[in-house]
Protein backbone atom coordinates (compact mmCIF):
# COMPACT_ATOMS: atom_id res chain seq x y z
CA UNK A 1 0.00 0.00 0.00
CA UNK A 2 2.36 2.20 0.83
CA UNK A 3 4.53 1.84 -2.52
CA UNK A 4 1.43 2.13 -4.82
CA UNK A 5 0.74 5.36 -2.53
CA UNK A 6 4.06 6.63 -3.66
CA UNK A 7 4.02 5.57 -6.89
CA UNK A 8 0.85 7.61 -6.95
CA UNK A 9 2.24 10.06 -5.55
CA UNK A 10 5.10 10.63 -7.87
CA UNK A 11 2.58 10.49 -11.21
CA UNK A 12 1.64 13.25 -10.60
CA UNK A 13 2.79 16.36 -12.59
CA UNK A 14 4.72 18.89 -10.09
CA UNK A 15 4.07 22.04 -9.51
CA UNK A 16 6.09 24.90 -10.40
CA UNK A 17 6.76 25.46 -7.24
CA UNK A 18 7.64 21.90 -5.82
CA UNK A 19 10.44 20.33 -7.64
CA UNK A 20 10.26 17.15 -7.11
CA UNK A 21 12.89 15.28 -4.14
CA UNK A 22 14.45 11.82 -5.04
CA UNK A 23 12.75 9.51 -2.48
CA UNK A 24 14.50 6.69 -0.93
CA UNK A 25 14.10 3.07 -2.09
CA UNK A 26 11.50 1.31 -0.11
CA UNK A 27 8.83 2.70 2.30
CA UNK A 28 9.05 6.38 3.12
CA UNK A 29 7.39 5.19 7.03
CA UNK A 30 8.34 1.97 8.41
CA UNK A 31 6.05 0.34 10.42
CA UNK A 32 7.11 -2.16 13.27
CA UNK A 33 4.97 -3.97 15.64
CA UNK A 34 5.33 -5.08 19.44
CA UNK A 35 2.80 -6.24 20.84
CA UNK A 36 0.15 -3.71 20.92
CA UNK A 37 2.42 -0.63 20.48
CA UNK A 38 3.28 0.20 16.49
CA UNK A 39 6.20 1.75 15.85
CA UNK A 40 5.74 4.62 12.75
CA UNK A 41 9.88 5.24 11.56
CA UNK A 42 10.29 8.02 9.31
CA UNK A 43 13.21 6.85 6.58
CA UNK A 44 14.06 9.73 4.64
CA UNK A 45 17.43 9.88 5.67
CA UNK A 46 19.89 11.85 6.16
CA UNK A 47 17.73 14.21 7.56
CA UNK A 48 13.96 12.52 7.56
CA UNK A 49 13.10 15.79 5.90
CA UNK A 50 9.17 16.04 5.68
CA UNK A 51 8.51 16.33 1.71
CA UNK A 52 5.16 16.15 0.76
CA UNK A 53 5.35 12.26 -0.09
CA UNK A 54 6.84 11.70 4.03
CA UNK A 55 4.04 13.86 4.81
CA UNK A 56 1.29 11.64 2.92
CA UNK A 57 2.44 7.92 3.58
CA UNK A 58 2.61 9.07 7.39
CA UNK A 59 -1.01 10.46 7.32
CA UNK A 60 -1.62 7.66 5.86
CA UNK A 61 0.31 4.88 8.21
CA UNK A 62 -1.71 7.09 11.53
CA UNK A 63 -4.84 6.57 9.90
CA UNK A 64 -4.30 3.08 9.22
CA UNK A 65 -2.97 2.26 13.00
CA UNK A 66 -5.41 4.39 14.46
CA UNK A 67 -8.05 2.22 12.96
CA UNK A 68 -6.16 -1.20 13.42
CA UNK A 69 -8.13 -2.58 16.73
CA UNK A 70 -4.59 -4.52 17.90
CA UNK A 71 -2.84 -1.23 18.25
CA UNK A 72 -3.31 0.15 21.40
CA UNK A 73 -0.56 2.55 21.29
CA UNK A 74 1.91 4.68 18.66
CA UNK A 75 5.35 5.52 18.77
CA UNK A 76 6.71 8.04 16.25
CA UNK A 77 10.89 8.03 15.53
CA UNK A 78 13.20 8.80 12.51
CA UNK A 79 15.37 6.40 10.73
CA UNK A 80 18.97 6.98 11.01
CA UNK A 81 21.69 8.30 13.62
CA UNK A 82 20.99 12.17 12.60
CA UNK A 83 17.56 13.21 13.20
CA UNK A 84 14.32 12.54 14.42
CA UNK A 85 14.11 15.10 11.51
CA UNK A 86 14.81 18.12 10.22
CA UNK A 87 11.86 19.75 9.05
CA UNK A 88 9.89 20.69 6.17
CA UNK A 89 11.43 20.25 2.81
CA UNK A 90 13.28 23.80 1.64
CA UNK A 91 13.34 23.28 -1.55
CA UNK A 92 9.53 22.53 -2.41
CA UNK A 93 8.45 25.86 -0.58
CA UNK A 94 11.23 28.31 -2.07
CA UNK A 95 8.90 29.08 -4.78
CA UNK A 96 5.66 28.96 -3.68
CA UNK A 97 3.47 32.04 -3.66
CA UNK A 98 1.25 32.91 -0.85
CA UNK A 99 -2.11 30.17 -1.67
CA UNK A 100 0.64 27.15 -2.09
CA UNK A 101 2.11 27.72 0.83
CA UNK A 102 -1.01 28.57 2.77
CA UNK A 103 -2.13 25.35 0.91
CA UNK A 104 0.96 23.36 2.15
CA UNK A 105 0.72 25.10 5.34
CA UNK A 106 -2.89 22.97 5.78
CA UNK A 107 -1.19 19.60 4.68
CA UNK A 108 1.62 19.98 7.56
CA UNK A 109 -0.96 20.92 10.08
CA UNK A 110 -2.94 18.14 8.98
CA UNK A 111 -0.79 15.36 9.43
CA UNK A 112 -0.33 16.66 12.89
CA UNK A 113 -3.63 17.21 13.99
CA UNK A 114 -4.49 13.82 12.94
CA UNK A 115 -1.48 12.41 15.78
CA UNK A 116 -3.03 15.04 18.05
CA UNK A 117 -6.92 13.61 17.59
CA UNK A 118 -6.14 10.05 17.25
CA UNK A 119 -7.89 8.76 20.40
CA UNK A 120 -4.75 6.32 21.04
CA UNK A 121 -1.60 7.51 23.05
CA UNK A 122 1.23 8.61 20.93
CA UNK A 123 4.73 8.80 21.89
CA UNK A 124 7.61 10.97 20.03
CA UNK A 125 11.19 9.02 20.59
CA UNK A 126 13.20 11.53 18.93
CA UNK A 127 17.51 11.68 18.79
CA UNK A 128 19.58 14.04 17.17
CA UNK A 129 17.92 16.65 15.02
CA UNK A 130 14.38 17.70 15.67
CA UNK A 131 14.07 21.45 14.05
CA UNK A 132 11.40 23.17 12.28
CA UNK A 133 8.53 21.02 11.23
CA UNK A 134 9.83 18.01 12.82
CA UNK A 135 9.74 19.97 15.77
CA UNK A 136 6.00 20.94 15.31
CA UNK A 137 5.34 17.09 14.30
CA UNK A 138 6.80 15.96 18.06
CA UNK A 139 4.70 18.73 19.45
CA UNK A 140 1.63 16.76 18.09
CA UNK A 141 2.25 13.83 20.17
CA UNK A 142 1.07 12.89 23.64
CA UNK A 143 4.72 12.09 25.18
CA UNK A 144 8.23 13.03 23.77
CA UNK A 145 11.11 11.33 25.37
CA UNK A 146 14.46 12.67 23.99
CA UNK A 147 17.93 11.28 23.85
CA UNK A 148 20.90 12.94 25.38
CA UNK A 149 22.02 14.21 21.82
CA UNK A 150 18.19 15.40 20.55
CA UNK A 151 18.58 19.45 19.59
CA UNK A 152 15.05 21.09 19.38
CA UNK A 153 14.36 24.10 17.52
CA UNK A 154 12.09 26.47 15.36
CA UNK A 155 14.66 28.24 13.35
CA UNK A 156 11.92 29.56 10.53
CA UNK A 157 12.57 33.01 11.29
CA UNK A 158 15.90 32.65 9.83
CA UNK A 159 14.15 32.07 6.92
CA UNK A 160 12.18 34.62 6.45
CA UNK A 161 9.07 33.01 8.20
CA UNK A 162 7.11 31.08 11.33
CA UNK A 163 6.10 28.16 12.36
CA UNK A 164 3.51 27.17 9.79
CA UNK A 165 2.52 23.39 11.02
CA UNK A 166 1.04 24.50 14.49
CA UNK A 167 4.45 25.09 16.35
CA UNK A 168 3.49 28.52 17.41
CA UNK A 169 0.42 27.42 18.97
CA UNK A 170 1.37 24.08 20.15
CA UNK A 171 4.69 25.20 21.09
CA UNK A 172 3.15 27.57 23.71
CA UNK A 173 1.01 25.55 25.16
CA UNK A 174 3.69 23.05 26.29
CA UNK A 175 6.20 25.67 27.69
CA UNK A 176 4.32 28.90 27.86
CA UNK A 177 4.58 32.13 26.06
CA UNK A 178 8.04 33.87 27.45
CA UNK A 179 9.77 30.46 26.35
CA UNK A 180 7.90 30.05 23.16
CA UNK A 181 8.46 33.54 22.48
CA UNK A 182 12.40 33.35 22.97
CA UNK A 183 12.39 30.07 20.66
CA UNK A 184 10.67 31.06 17.79
CA UNK A 185 11.88 34.96 17.75
CA UNK A 186 15.74 33.85 18.17
CA UNK A 187 15.15 30.29 15.96
CA UNK A 188 18.33 29.19 17.92
CA UNK A 189 18.65 25.08 18.80
CA UNK A 190 18.09 24.15 22.35
CA UNK A 191 19.32 20.95 23.67
CA UNK A 192 17.62 18.24 24.91
CA UNK A 193 18.27 18.86 28.78
CA UNK A 194 17.32 23.11 28.23
CA UNK A 195 13.63 21.59 26.46
CA UNK A 196 13.23 19.10 29.51
CA UNK A 197 13.50 22.68 31.54
CA UNK A 198 11.24 24.29 29.60
CA UNK A 199 8.54 21.76 29.60
CA UNK A 200 8.31 19.79 26.09
CA UNK A 201 9.36 16.61 26.61
CA UNK A 202 8.64 14.12 29.19
CA UNK A 203 12.48 12.74 29.92
CA UNK A 204 15.77 12.08 28.62
CA UNK A 205 17.17 8.94 28.34
CA UNK A 206 20.72 7.39 26.88
CA UNK A 207 20.43 6.85 23.12
CA UNK A 208 20.81 2.86 22.80
CA UNK A 209 17.62 3.03 25.83
CA UNK A 210 15.11 6.03 23.57
CA UNK A 211 12.84 3.36 21.71
CA UNK A 212 12.77 0.96 23.96
CA UNK A 213 11.38 3.23 26.75
CA UNK A 214 9.35 4.72 24.68
CA UNK A 215 7.54 1.15 23.54
CA UNK A 216 7.85 0.30 27.45
CA UNK A 217 5.55 3.80 27.98
CA UNK A 218 3.16 2.83 25.35
CA UNK A 219 2.78 -0.83 26.36
CA UNK A 220 2.47 0.73 29.89
CA UNK A 221 -0.25 2.82 28.63
CA UNK A 222 -1.96 -0.09 26.02
CA UNK A 223 -2.92 -1.59 29.65
CA UNK A 224 -5.31 1.18 30.46
CA UNK A 225 -9.24 0.98 29.55
CA UNK A 226 -8.77 2.30 26.07
CA UNK A 227 -11.98 4.50 25.66
CA UNK A 228 -10.90 6.09 29.14
CA UNK A 229 -7.62 6.47 27.96
CA UNK A 230 -8.66 8.68 24.61
CA UNK A 231 -11.17 10.71 26.49
CA UNK A 232 -8.33 11.76 29.08
CA UNK A 233 -6.67 12.84 25.99
CA UNK A 234 -9.33 14.62 24.42
CA UNK A 235 -10.10 15.93 28.03
CA UNK A 236 -6.55 17.34 28.44
CA UNK A 237 -6.19 18.98 25.04
CA UNK A 238 -9.14 21.05 25.62
CA UNK A 239 -8.56 22.05 28.98
CA UNK A 240 -5.06 23.29 27.63
CA UNK A 241 -5.96 24.79 24.62
CA UNK A 242 -9.91 24.94 23.62
CA UNK A 243 -9.31 27.18 20.93
CA UNK A 244 -6.78 25.86 18.99
CA UNK A 245 -8.36 25.37 15.83
CA UNK A 246 -8.71 29.05 15.90
CA UNK A 247 -5.13 29.36 16.66
CA UNK A 248 -4.13 26.70 14.05
CA UNK A 249 -5.84 28.69 11.03
CA UNK A 250 -4.80 32.42 12.03
CA UNK A 251 -1.19 30.69 12.06
CA UNK A 252 -1.99 29.35 8.47
CA UNK A 253 -2.95 32.45 7.22
CA UNK A 254 0.42 34.53 8.69
CA UNK A 255 2.22 31.62 6.91
CA UNK A 256 1.30 32.30 3.61
CA UNK A 257 0.98 36.22 3.51
CA UNK A 258 4.75 35.72 4.45
CA UNK A 259 5.24 34.03 1.23
CA UNK A 260 4.68 37.48 -0.04
CA UNK A 261 7.93 39.20 1.61
CA UNK A 262 11.43 39.95 0.54
CA UNK A 263 12.48 38.12 3.30
CA UNK A 264 10.87 34.73 3.35
CA UNK A 265 12.66 34.80 -0.54
CA UNK A 266 15.92 36.10 0.53
CA UNK A 267 16.29 33.75 3.66
CA UNK A 268 14.99 30.31 1.85
CA UNK A 269 17.83 31.35 -1.24
CA UNK A 270 20.12 32.31 1.46
CA UNK A 271 19.47 28.53 3.04
CA UNK A 272 19.76 26.35 0.10
CA UNK A 273 22.82 28.08 -1.39
CA UNK A 274 24.50 27.74 2.29
CA UNK A 275 25.46 31.41 2.89
CA UNK A 276 24.26 34.19 5.43
CA UNK A 277 21.48 35.79 4.72
CA UNK A 278 21.04 39.72 3.89
CA UNK A 279 17.87 40.93 5.06
CA UNK A 280 16.19 44.38 3.49
CA UNK A 281 16.40 47.20 5.95
CA UNK A 282 12.94 47.98 7.26
CA UNK A 283 13.20 50.44 9.34
CA UNK A 284 10.96 52.66 7.31
CA UNK A 285 8.24 50.24 6.92
CA UNK A 286 8.19 50.86 3.45
CA UNK A 287 6.71 47.58 2.28
CA UNK A 288 3.53 47.38 4.90
CA UNK A 289 0.56 45.59 4.01
CA UNK A 290 -2.24 45.93 5.26
CA UNK A 291 -3.46 42.00 5.95
CA UNK A 292 -0.94 42.01 8.71
CA UNK A 293 -2.95 41.70 11.78
CA UNK A 294 -0.99 44.90 13.18
CA UNK A 295 -1.02 47.05 9.97
CA UNK A 296 -3.77 49.76 8.99
CA UNK A 297 -6.83 49.92 8.11
CA UNK A 298 -9.38 47.38 9.28
CA UNK A 299 -7.26 45.70 12.25
CA UNK A 300 -9.29 45.45 15.81
CA UNK A 301 -6.28 48.20 17.10
CA UNK A 302 -7.03 50.75 14.48
CA UNK A 303 -11.23 49.96 14.51
CA UNK A 304 -10.73 50.14 18.46
CA UNK A 305 -8.73 53.93 17.83
CA UNK A 306 -11.50 55.16 15.69
CA UNK A 307 -14.33 54.31 18.02
CA UNK A 308 -12.35 55.51 21.21
CA UNK A 309 -11.68 58.34 19.25
CA UNK A 310 -15.41 58.97 17.77
CA UNK A 311 -16.81 58.68 21.63
CA UNK A 312 -14.03 61.08 22.99
CA UNK A 313 -14.28 63.69 20.40
CA UNK A 314 -17.07 63.54 18.32
CA UNK A 315 -17.86 61.49 14.65
CA UNK A 316 -15.06 62.70 12.89
CA UNK A 317 -12.20 62.09 13.10
CA UNK A 318 -8.86 63.62 11.84
CA UNK A 319 -7.84 63.19 8.05
CA UNK A 320 -4.06 61.16 7.79
CA UNK A 321 -2.44 58.43 6.15
CA UNK A 322 -2.96 56.76 9.32
CA UNK A 323 -5.11 56.81 12.41
CA UNK A 324 -2.20 55.36 14.91
CA UNK A 325 -0.86 58.94 14.60
CA UNK A 326 -3.61 60.64 16.23
CA UNK A 327 -2.97 62.28 19.40
CA UNK A 328 -5.28 62.34 22.12
CA UNK A 329 -7.42 63.52 24.09
CA UNK A 330 -8.42 60.02 24.72
CA UNK A 331 -10.94 59.03 27.21
CA UNK A 332 -9.53 56.16 29.05
CA UNK A 333 -12.55 53.95 30.01
CA UNK A 334 -13.97 54.94 26.14
CA UNK A 335 -10.29 53.26 24.91
CA UNK A 336 -10.53 49.97 26.92
CA UNK A 337 -14.28 49.89 25.96
CA UNK A 338 -13.48 50.02 21.99
CA UNK A 339 -10.66 47.83 22.67
CA UNK A 340 -13.16 45.30 24.06
CA UNK A 341 -15.85 45.83 21.65
CA UNK A 342 -13.35 45.75 18.16
CA UNK A 343 -11.73 42.54 19.90
CA UNK A 344 -15.60 41.05 20.42
CA UNK A 345 -16.71 41.25 17.42
CA UNK A 346 -13.66 39.85 15.73
CA UNK A 347 -13.72 36.93 17.71
CA UNK A 348 -17.67 36.33 17.18
CA UNK A 349 -16.71 36.84 13.00
CA UNK A 350 -13.96 34.37 13.44
CA UNK A 351 -15.62 31.90 15.49
CA UNK A 352 -18.48 31.72 13.12
CA UNK A 353 -16.07 31.21 9.93
CA UNK A 354 -14.54 28.14 12.05
CA UNK A 355 -17.20 26.53 13.84
CA UNK A 356 -18.25 24.34 10.60
CA UNK A 357 -14.25 23.56 10.69
CA UNK A 358 -14.74 22.52 14.64
CA UNK A 359 -17.56 20.03 14.02
CA UNK A 360 -15.72 18.58 10.76
CA UNK A 361 -12.26 18.47 11.51
CA UNK A 362 -11.50 14.86 9.79
CA UNK A 363 -13.28 16.09 6.51
CA UNK A 364 -10.89 19.45 6.56
CA UNK A 365 -7.75 17.09 7.67
CA UNK A 366 -8.47 14.80 4.37
CA UNK A 367 -9.15 17.89 2.33
CA UNK A 368 -5.74 19.29 3.09
CA UNK A 369 -4.24 15.76 2.05
CA UNK A 370 -5.94 15.91 -1.20
CA UNK A 371 -4.99 19.60 -1.94
CA UNK A 372 -8.79 20.39 -1.89
CA UNK A 373 -9.79 23.50 -3.54
CA UNK A 374 -11.82 24.24 -0.50
CA UNK A 375 -8.49 25.54 1.68
CA UNK A 376 -7.21 27.51 -1.04
CA UNK A 377 -6.39 31.13 0.32
CA UNK A 378 -8.73 33.31 -1.65
CA UNK A 379 -7.73 36.69 -2.02
CA UNK A 380 -9.78 39.24 -0.78
CA UNK A 381 -12.28 41.32 -3.55
CA UNK A 382 -11.16 44.98 -4.57
CA UNK A 383 -13.98 46.62 -2.61
CA UNK A 384 -17.07 47.97 -5.00
CA UNK A 385 -18.73 51.11 -5.84
CA UNK A 386 -21.30 49.63 -2.94
CA UNK A 387 -18.98 49.29 -0.52
CA UNK A 388 -17.25 52.65 -0.96
CA UNK A 389 -20.81 54.41 -0.42
CA UNK A 390 -21.02 52.86 2.78
Known sequence: MAAARRRAAQSVTPSRSAPPTEAPEGPLVLVERRGPVAIMTLNNPPMNIFTTPVLEELAGRILELT??????????????????????????????????????????????????????????????????????????????????????????????????????????????????????????????EKALQDGLIHRIVPKAQLLDEAVALGQKLATKPAVALAACK?????????????????????????FETADQKEGMRAFLEKRPASFPDQRDWTRRRAE???????????????????????????????????KGPYDVMAMAEAYRDAGQRAFETFFALMRSATDSYRTLTSAALRDSPMLRYSRPRPPSEEDARR
Open 67 to 192: DDPTVRALVLTGGGERAFSGGADIKEMVKMDREEASRHSAKGQAVANLLERSPLPVIAAVHGYCLGGGSEISQACDFIIASEDAVFGQPEINIGVIPGWGGSRRLTRAIGAAHARYWIMTGEKVPA
Open 234 to 258: YAVNQASDASRLMGLEYERELWGLL
Open 292 to 326: FPWESPGNPLESAKVLAYQKSTGPSPPKGPSLLTM
